[in-house]
T-cell receptor, first 115, second 113 residues
Framework: ETGVTQSPTHLIKTRGQQVTLRCSSQSGHNTVSWYQQALGQGPQFIFQYYREEENGRGNFPPRFSGLQFPNYSSELNVNALELDDSALYLC??????????????FGSGTRLTVV | AQSVTQPDIHITVSEGASLELRCNYSYGATPYLFWYVQSPGQGLQLLLKYFSGDTLVQGIKGFEAEFKRSQSSFNLRKPSVHWSDAAEYFCAVASTGGFKTIFGAGTRLFVKA
């Protein structure tokens, strides 16, 4: 069984630019969640995708957007980058069932630095 | 609204000693509760989870956690810590239906020889 794969692993962008981060879900998982983890903090929920639709969103502005594809892979797009967007971005896949998720499988993350 | 509090920012224990990491949650209904571990520069790995039933949950790497509804707590324990357990530990809560898992700020575990 394959795990969750994120690309790229590291990225440096300039303030104002746009970035796309990618995530391949674990085999058999149909739900993808994205988290932002600033240095020394816990992961903060950005949004979740289930069946290619956004299924919940945290306190992040609209310049954070995403997609989920039929093969359950996902993208996170951030427009108009700000310095505070520098963080580790984590993708987590899970299997939605009638009684809820059974815990996440996380990727290793993409370290984004905005300069 | 859901929330998770991990009162200890960091804890230092001697190798071979027992460990308890504290977690308190706020949620109106029966929560789904999790503990994750994160090594430096890595993603998070699920240690254990609680949905219902037996309030003492066994996880990987010799960890266990106990759900106490009356105290809104879900503390993580290990009887004998190994140097390789040094990492950041996160408690998390999810609503029924499982979406929008909320994480605590984490507890950094240091293990001394």
């Amino acid at each position: 069984e394959t795990g969750v794969t994120q690309s790229p692993t590291h990225l440096i962008k300039t303030r104002g630019q746009q970035v796309t981060l990618r995530c391949s879900s674990q085999s058999g998982h149909n739900t993808v969640s994205w988290y932002q983890q600033a240095l020394g903090q816990g992961p903060q929920f950005i949004f979740q995708y289930y069946r290619e639709e956004e299924n919940g969103r945290g306190n992040f502005p609209p310049r954070f957007s995403g997609l989920q594809f039929p093969n359950y892979s996902s993208e996170l797009n951030v427009n108009a980058l700000e310095l505070d967007d520098s963080a580790l971005y984590l993708c987590a896949s899970s299997s939605r069932s009638g009684t809820g998720d059974y815990g996440y499988t996380f990727g290793s993350g993409t370290r984004l630095t905005v300069v | 609204a859901q929330s998770v509090t991990q009162p200890d920012i960091h804890i230092t224990v001697s190798e071979g000693a027992s460990l308890e990491l504290r977690c308190n949650y706020s949620y109106g209904a029966t929560p789904y509760l999790f503990w994750y571990v994160q090594s430096p520069g890595q993603g998070l790995q699920l240690l254990l989870k609680y949905f219902s039933g037996d309030t003492l949950v066994q996880g990987i790497k010799g960890f266990e956690a106990e759900f106490k509804r009356s105290q809104s707590s879900f503390n993580l324990r290990k009887p004998s810590v190994h140097w390789s357990d040094a990492a950041e530990y996160f408690c998390a809560v999810a609503s029924t239906g499982g979406f929008k898992t909320i994480f605590g700020a984490g507890t950094r575990l240091f293990v001394k020889a």
